[in-house]
């Protein structure tokens, strides 16, 4: 799976591994942060979450145009990297409760401009490595392990997030309860119909507090949760200083593909190392077209992807916080807990090359090794669980990125296998089945959700113990997802980056982006649908948008496929 990729793919693996660990650190907790810390309704809380990643996601085409045309790709990138520190220097500035939220929209903005000078590119960057003919039969494979590198820095950032609220809860002696703050913003706006169940529940924090103080204790409660996550956001500025120094210090293995189409050596504002290789192709006007077209079509299909995938973050965490079992037992809590699960998976790695034919001794005895070692470290771990185990919302984002790392290898290995028998699908039909596993995956919490009461029901609080479901609906749904991910995302990557015109390689990276921003702006949408209907109907809106889009991405796959080959 490694071999014969070149270095500066794991250059760049790594360096995105870094800021994309602090990114969804950020993200894993900013929903529950802007309720928490201001009240916001799921519908305003959507919205903001929404703006704020259609500016991510579209703020590549601009760095994409500054790379192609004024700084090229390695600066740009270096350039986003120090732009996206200062944004989260400013977002972990903690301020009291309602206050504060002007500097949380300037640190937003900043992220945002800073993600889209590095994010794009970074994934251009990786692209001009594989132009070379030596390297380009790999591009598909490259692209998904370059997604590995994603996904394993996003699998630990809910793990980063949950440690560092408990602590901070802890110095003040509290724990987290997600019942309190919307109770808690409700009793301080007048608006708490049943201040008496209130009550229990605070005195379950501090048995001090009474019906006099409890306006004092929401208050303290939820400075010290919303401290918190302004902590939990700090955690990207020390993975972002990894990734400055990954990136910056290994710059010999990728500057030969630091090169702007157009700029010759020795022109004005041309450095050393930016003139076009040979190999770069040339098109006429008509296939430049041809190829605009097919990108086109294919952003237009991935707007769909990303609104529905990025749930995640929006009326999935919603559905973890509000209608699941808050607490498991010791055998669902491996799932919980990262350091469980991760030597569970490595031990059946293990197993795998100790009993893999054709493997060497050597490999065969590290991987019995491997196997026992982690076997019993899972052993011992899952032994120090208690009978009944809480756990916080965020940590179900800890399971897409880690099916992405457990799943990757295998799904590489099926197409390669595809491969070498001609049989593999084309990026864009990969894209088409993606788009229908989609639909498949959210078609589980419709069925989970029936019979529910409805979010507005609920009037924004937690709903009753006899309606919370097992967490295994939500785990079900985020590995559907994860393999339609993959099937469609680093395909998608791979095929603009082999599509896209040389002298517009950044620019349609950042229109990659650019699909997924409005699919993020849409994300409000169906934030704002979660207070209208019965949640099984936000589910089956998006099984709909799913099926629709992939109907649509079948009907044009000729166009498409015949423009990979131009």
Known sequence: MLQGHPKGLFVAFFANMGERFGFYTMLAIFMLFLQAKYGLSAARASQVYGIFMFCVYFFPLVGGLLADRVLGYGKT??????????????????????????????????????????????????????????????????????????????????????????????????????????????????????????????????????????GAFSTNYINVLSKSYHYGFGVACVSLIASMIIFWGFKKYYGHADYMVGRKAGSPGAAKGTAAPAHV?????????????????????????????????????????????????KMTNLWFDLFGLLPIFLAVVGAYFALRKGSSSLVRGLGAIGFVLFAVLAYYRFNSYGAVNPFTPQKFQHFNPFFIVALTP??????????????????????????????????VLVVGSIGLS?????????????????????????????????????????????????????????????????????????????????????????????????????????????????
């Open 77 to 214: 990138i270096g350039l986003g990297l120090v732009v996206m520190f200062v944004g989260y220097m400013l977002l972990a500035i903690p301020t009291a409760m309602n206050t504060g939220f002007p500097l949380i929209v300037v640190a937003l903005a900043t992220i945002a401009l800073g993600t889209g000078f590095f994010k794009g590119n970074l994934q251009a960057l990786v692209g001009k490595l594989y132009d070379d003919p030596k390297f380009s039969a790999s591009r598909d494979r490259a692209f998904s392990i370059f997604y590995m590198g994603i996904n394993i820095g996003a699998m630990f950032a809910p793990t980063a997030a949950e440690t560092i609220n408990n602590w901070i809860l802890s110095k003040a002696h509290y724990f987290y309860d997600n019942r309190i703050p919307a109770l808690a913003n409700q009793f301080l706006k007048g608006t708490l119909a049943d201040a008496g169940l209130y009550l229990g529940i605070a005195q379950k924090q501090d048995p001090a507090v009474t019906m006099d103080t409890l």
């Open 281 to 329: 192709e040339s098109l006429t006007p008509e296939q430049t077209k041809e190829r605009l077209i097919a990108l086109a079509l294919v952003y237009f299909v991935v707007v769909f992807f990303w609104m529905s995938f990025h749930q995640n973050g929006v009326t999935m965490t919603y559905f973890a916080r509000d209608y699941t079992q808050p607490s498991v037992g």
């Open 410 to 443: 295998l799904v590489v290995a099926i197409f390669s296998a595809l491969n070498s028998r001609g049989k593999e699908p084309s990026a864009p039909r990969k894209i088409g089945f993606g788009m229908l596993i989609t639909a498949v995956g959210f078609l």
């Open 454 to 566: 409805s979010p507005k029901m609920l009037g924004g609080t937690v709903a009753p113990t006899d309606q919370l479901v097992s967490p295994y609906w939500l785990i079900s749904t985020y590995f559907i997802l994860t393999i339609a991910e993959l099937f469609l995302s680093p395909m998608g990557i791979s095929f603009v980056s082999k599509v896209a015109p040389p002298q517009y390689k950044g620019l349609m990276q950042g229109g990659w982006f650019a699909a997924t921003a409005i699919g993020n702006y849409l994300l409000a949408i169906i934030g704002f649908l979660w207070t209208k209907l019965p949640v099984w109907g936000t589910w089956m809106v998006l099984v709909t948008c799913c099926v629709l889009s992939a109907t649509f991405m079948f009907s044009v796959m000729k166009r498409l496929e015949r423009a990979t080959k131009s």
